[in-house]
């Protein structure tokens, strides 16, 4: 059973639970020092029932493997892609959260709030969701971390058809919110999801 364990295998899920544990705490902070403790219950910390069973699945993958085919976890270079990956997503998800500040809830508004503005400026200057991409690049680059090429397969379908689904439903209310500036803002600048508009 040690020599499941080696070097390679510690390193990769220790990096796996250190960037999970860092990207739900410093949502919920975030969340807190944004909209004030009051305002945020346990739902900011981004972990659902599907989340829970995709991570889990992954491990399984990881475990199977490291057995079946232990020199799969061993390519270095795929594995380090992914941990760069997950700081790239982490950094990109954060300066979104941080840039938007107030404007940014993990629930879409659906009912207009009077401080709340249309943010075009920092990281929103390039892409329109890029908390969403972030997050994309964030969750498959765990997957390639761990060299699972089934979870990475499908974390990036699961999160690319949740963000398919979510962005046209969240900028429905940010048409209505900010009317033209929106549209034009829309018109010039890409989503940041791949093949979302």
């Known amino acids: 059973m040690t020599e499941y364990f080696s070097y390679t295998a510690c390193r990769q899920l ?11 705490s410093s949502e919920y902070i975030i969340a807190i020092t944004i909209h004030g403790r009051s305002n945020v219950t346990l739902s900011s910390l981004l972990i659902s029932r599907g989340y829970l069973v995709a991570m ?11 057995v079946l085919f232990p020199g799969l976890k061993e390519i270095w270079w795929i594995s380090y892609l992914g941990l760069a990956m997950v700081v790239i997503g982490e950094i990109m998800r954060k300066a979104a959260i941080l840039t938007a500040w107030g404007a940014f ?10 401080d709340h503005k249309l943010v075009t400026h920092g990281i929103y200057r390039y892409m329109r969701h890029p908390g969403y ?9 765990t997957q390639i971390m761990l060299c699972n090429p089934v979870s990475a397969i499908v974390f990036a379908l699961v999160i690319w058809c949740f963000f398919y ?18 549209e034009e803002y829309a018109r010039l600048v890409p989503s940041g999801v791949p093949f979302v508009k």
């Open 14 to 24: 220790s990096q796996l639970f250190l960037a999970i544990l860092f990207f739900h």
């Open 56 to 66: 889990f699945s992954s491990l399984v993958e990881y475990f199977v493997e490291i």
């Open 105 to 114: 809830t993990h629930l879409i508004r659906i009912y207009y709030v009077e």
């Open 133 to 141: 991409s972030g997050f994309l690049i964030w969750g498959v680059g």
């Open 165 to 182: 689904k979510r962005i046209p439903y969240e900028e429905f209310f940010l048409r209505q919110f900010f009317g033209t500036d929106y």
